[in-house]
């Protein structure tokens, strides 16, 4: 039973360009969550999504980013025209009901704007 | 603010002490969940702890929450160098739509 998986593992863009970062859930799971990590810190919440619904996108930037969870395939985190700020770990995570469960998270993605 | 605040911010122990962390929240939950990063990787799920729950045990790991202190221990028996990671408390409220996570403590296990 795989865990949630998440692609790729590193990601360099440049200033300007786009970022997608894929994220497959754990089997069973059809609820997503994506996370940002900036070195040193605590993971700060970004989105939560169910299948084709986005639940809860508080946490998500107002402009350039961008969030989907489709019927089928891999939840995709966004980030148009991306800047040196964005340079952070992106983590996602799933659970099989809401978080009155355990959320279970994926390895990553380090995105490197240079 | 932080809703989960871990204390302390870093911790060294020799191999074979016991380590414990704290973490302490601001406002009612649904749960409390703990996680273990080790550096550069992902985030692995250690123990939920449920707000009608007092202690929970999982191999070397025991959780303690008081929701009256709004504060929650995670407590590694017997520590091994491969327990050397980051430890965060994150917590679930209302809707249960995020958890919010805390600073981390950062547990340094020497040989």
């Known amino acids: 039973n795989a865990g949630v998986m998440q692609n790729p593992r590193h990601l360099v863009r440049r200033r300007g360009q786009e970022a997608r970062l894929r994220c497959s859930p754990m089997k069973g799971h059809s609820h997503v969550y994506w996370y940002r990590q900036l070195p040193e810190e605590g993971l700060k919440f970004m989105v939560y999504l169910q299948k084709e619904n986005i639940i809860d996108e508080s946490g998500m930037p107002k402009e350039r980013f961008s969030a989907e969870f489709p019927k089928e395939g891999p939840s995709i985190l966004r980030i148009q025209q991306v800047v040196r700020g964005d340079s952070a770990a992106y983590f996602c995570?799933?659970?099989?009901?809401?978080?009155?469960?355990?959320?279970?998270f994926g390895q990553g993605t380090r995105l490197t704007v240079v | 603010s932080q809703q989960g605040e871990e204390d302390p911010q870093a911790l060294s122990i020799q191999e074979g002490e016991n380590a414990t962390m704290n973490c302490s929240y601001k406002?009612?939950?649904?749960?409390l969940q703990w996680y273990r990063q080790n550096s550069g990787r992902g985030l692995v799920h250690l123990i939920l702890i449920r707000s009608n729950e007092r202690e929970k045990h999982s191999g070397r790991l025991r959780v303690t929450l008081d929701t009256s202190k709004k504060s929650s221990s995670l407590l590694i028996t017997a520590s091994r160098a491969a327990d050397t990671a980051s430890y965060f408390c994150?917590?679930?409220?209302?809707?249960?739509?995020?958890?919010?996570f805390g600073t981390g403590t950062r547990l340094q296990v020497t040989l």
């Open positions: 994150a917590t679930a409220t209302g809707t249960a739509s995020k958890l919010t």
């Open positions: 995570a799933s659970s099989r009901t809401d978080l009155n469960t355990e959320a279970f």
């Open positions: 406002t009612s939950i649904n749960n």
